[in-house]
């Protein structure tokens, strides 16, 4: 049952965690260093601007925020912001690296792709000829769009490479960069996803297994540089529930609320980021280090080592301890499924969320889904209708009567590809059962 075992001359090792516990210090970690230089990929995204945000405050850093998208230049930066609404993404960003200018940070913004080693080679020049030497890396660019929802069967070349290009490609490129560098320390931001498994994020799960392996590698040959791989915490929940709730309300009172629920575990997830990167760089240097509130073991145990019968059987307990057998609290009305399919779906729902009823503009995530159960609601409706579901057809469609309209568009489909014969033996079959 041990996951990943070396042999070494007549040695077998097995791989394991050990829990320790990062108290938070008094002061700044002293690896930080005031006006410091810092590069951070990824630096427009969420993760990235919230750390920057912290070396802005702390240390007044010299910041690198690297992208493939960047900013328009900064001289447009007013004309931007009065021509287009506060909520633009590109709005948010150019204030929050205002806000991080007014913090005392100076911020240079550079687009370019981390798999790209020309256009690295370049940031690194302009980032030297602007601020001088570099004195650390933070590794945070990832591609985390609604296209990484696949499981192992869904997954193809195209997908893959989209996850390996920031993950795989990227860590060649910075390791090429970066040689001859002094650098304090390189942190590379990975997901508990790699440890625990991402059943819903199979490409995303194995790039970031790629970045622990290569964290252990680069700490045996590298020349005293400190790469360390994070294994960040999960947003899941408030990224997936969000998204779909939203798309189901728009417009309304509810979408008001719903948006405020958001900004505050917004607020909590960047406020457990920040403290989570001052535990890190304040202690010893590891090659990598897992974020989680309790015993990893346990879930290494819970989530990986488990029979298949075990998995949905817990994944269904820990459902009804969600929603006690009865329908919770929603703000959709009950309407109860009517078309078969809609009632085939339903029947699913109940079993695997273990609630009584479920109405056909429920939410799957409202009722108290996640991607784990959400993979098992996949995989068992692909066997009652016998058709290829994407997983992402869920986190798109997650009421059962969206979900009914997105299985019977796929079946007719495939009815208007079938030859006469092939449709006419269909009947036949469908009438014998
Ligand atoms: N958010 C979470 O819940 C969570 C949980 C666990 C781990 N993580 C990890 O934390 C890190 C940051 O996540 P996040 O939430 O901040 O994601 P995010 O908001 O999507 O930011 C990622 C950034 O990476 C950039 N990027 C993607 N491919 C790139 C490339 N080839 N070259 C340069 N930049 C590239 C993207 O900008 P462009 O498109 O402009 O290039 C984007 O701004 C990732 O490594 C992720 O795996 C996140």
Request: glycine share 6%; hydrophobic share 40%.
């Amino acid at each position: 049952s041990d996951l990943v075992i070396a042999y070494r001359g007549n040695q077998r090792w097995v791989q394991a965690f050990e829990a320790v516990r990062l108290d938070k210090l008094a002061e700044p970690p002293k690896r930080l260093r005031r006006n410091g230089v810092y590069l951070i990929t990824g630096g427009l995204g969420g993760i990235g601007l919230t750390l920057a945000e912290y070396f802005a405050q702390t240390v007044q850093a010299k910041l690198v925020l690297l992208g493939r998208s960047g900013l328009p230049p900064k001289q447009k930066w007013e004309e931007w912001l009065s021509t287009h609404d506060a909520d633009n993404p590109i709005s948010i960003r150019i204030k929050k690296v205002q806000n991080l200018e007014e913090l005392g940070a100076e911020v240079l913004i550079i687009k370019a792709d981390v798999a790209n080693e020309t256009q690295m080679q370049e940031a690194l020049r302009q980032t030297e000829e602007q601020f001088g030497q570099i004195n650390g890396v933070l590794h945070a660019a990832a591609s985390l769009g609604e296209e990484m929802l696949r499981t192992i069967q869904e997954v193809d070349y195209t997908e893959c490479e989209l996850q390996f290009k920031p993950k795989v490609y990227g860590l060649y490129t910075l390791e090429k960069v970066l040689q001859g560098k002094e650098l304090d320390y390189c942190l590379l931001i990975s997901s508990v996803g790699a440890v625990l498994g991402g059943v819903a994020v199979a490409a995303y799960t194995a790039a970031n297994i790629f970045v622990d392996a290569f964290a252990h590698k680069q700490n045996q040959f590298s020349n005293g540089v400190n790469w360390c791989s994070a294994n960040w915490f999960h947003f899941e929940n408030v990224n997936s529930l969000s998204k779909s709730l939203l798309s189901t309300v728009q417009g309304s009172q509810e979408q008001i609320e719903i948006q405020k629920q958001i900004e505050i575990e917004v607020e909590v997830f960047q406020q457990e980021t920040v403290d989570v990167f001052e535990r890190i760089l304040s202690n010893s240097l590891v090659p990598q280090m897992i974020i989680w509130r309790s015993d990893i073991t346990a879930e290494i145990d819970k989530w990986i080592k488990r029979k298949p019968q075990q998995v949905e059987k817990e994944a269904r307990s820990q459902a009804q301890t969600y929603s006690a057998y009865t329908r919770p609290n929603l703000k959709t009305s009950y309407v109860a499924p009517e078309s078969e399919v809609e009632c085939r779906i339903a029947k699913r729902y109940q079993e695997l969320l273990g609630t009584e009823k479920v109405g056909v503009h429920d939410n799957f995530f409202a009722l108290g889904g996640n991607s784990l159960i959400g993979t098992q609601l996949i995989s068992k409706l692909r066997q009652d209708f016998q058709i290829e579901l994407p997983l992402r057809f869920l986190f798109e469609a997650p009421t059962v009567a969206e979900l009914a309209l997105a299985i019977e568009k796929i079946l007719i489909g495939e009815l208007e590809e079938l030859t006469e014969e092939e449709a006419q033996e269909l009947v036949l079959n469908t009438s014998r059962q």
